[in-house]
């Protein structure tokens, strides 16, 4: 079993960052690849990207206004969390940010939004304009 909990995220200006942080408990924390996912108001859920059990791989959604390049995703398997750092945000990446883990690959992460074996409950992410 794994129990995740997001923090990290507020309020924060158009191009400024925030840090979100998901500690986990469970001794079996490094057997799973991690991912990130949010949920806009009114939105699906979709993914933000995932990292490998090792941290030694790492994906980025490539959907249209793509992360990639503007987040950054990391771990900490000697202290059970997984990191998100997000620099120059738009208000487009408001959302309720999810930690998730599962024994997947990061590739097949990508469509997992809502299949994930372990969730979060979230952390909000407000950027203003």
């Known amino acids: 079993q794994v129990q995740l909990v997001e923090s990290g995220g507020g309020l924060v200006q158009a191009g400024g960052s925030l840090r979100l942080s998901c500690a986990a408990s469970g001794r079996t924390f490094s057997s799973y690849a991690m991912g990130w996912f949010r949920q806009a108001p009114g939105k699906e859920r979709e993914f933000v990207a995932a990292i490998s059990w090792s941290g030694g791989r790492s994906y980025y959604a490539d959907y249209v206004d793509s992360v990639r390049g503007r987040f950054t995703i990391s771990r900490d398997n000697a202290k059970n969390t997984m990191y998100l750092q997000m620099n120059s945000l738009k208000p487009e990446d408001t959302a309720l940010y999810y930690c998730?883990?599962?024994?997947?690959?990061?590739?097949?992460?990508?469509?997992?939004?809502?299949?994930?074996?372990?969730w979060g409950k979230g952390t909000l992410v407000t950027v203003s304009s």
């Open positions: 998730a883990a599962a024994q997947t690959t990061v590739q097949r992460m990508r469509v997992m939004r809502y299949t994930m074996d372990y």
